[in-house]
């Protein structure tokens, strides 16, 4: 059974950083496409970011994009999120996700294209 378990979330002031981590179990990491979601208080699952099985390939919601990065270690099983000059709306539970299946990139910004999904971490920005 895949299992993934998201590390790193907490409080931080506006302006900062934190680094989400997703260690992920009982599956074959290296073949994984691997993603970031995020869901804030009454509102949707929303797209953060995703890399491909290689690594060779990121992509990243518009709102995110120039300050987050996403990189996964295939050597350890894990994905991180790089989160910098944090904002209070980035406020939310952050999620990773991994699919076995190689989908289109307009997939793999849905949470439809993921199959497995960790518990979430939490992410509190203050202004």
């Known amino acids: 059974q895949v299992q993934l378990v998201e590390s790193g979330g907490g409080l931080v002031q506006a302006g900062g950083s934190l680094r989400l981590s997703c260690a992920v179990s009982?599956?074959?990491?290296?073949?994984?496409?691997m993603g970031w979601f995020r869901q804030a208080p009454g509102k949707e699952r929303e797209f953060v970011a995703t890399v491909s099985w290689s690594g060779g390939r990121t992509y990243y919601s518009d709102s995110v994009k120039g300050r987050f990065t996403i990189s996964r270690d295939n050597a350890k099983n894990t994905v991180y999120l790089q989160m910098n000059s944090l904002k209070p709306e980035d406020t939310a539970v952050y999620y990773c996700?991994?699919?076995?299946?190689?989908?289109?990139?307009?997939?793999?910004?849905?949470?439809?294209?993921?199959?497995?999904w960790g518990q979430g971490t939490q992410v509190t920005v203050s202004s």
């Open positions: 996700a991994a699919d076995p299946v190689r989908h289109t990139t307009l997939v793999l910004k849905t949470p439809q294209g993921y199959r497995y």
């Open positions: 009982g599956g074959t990491f290296s073949s994984y496409g």
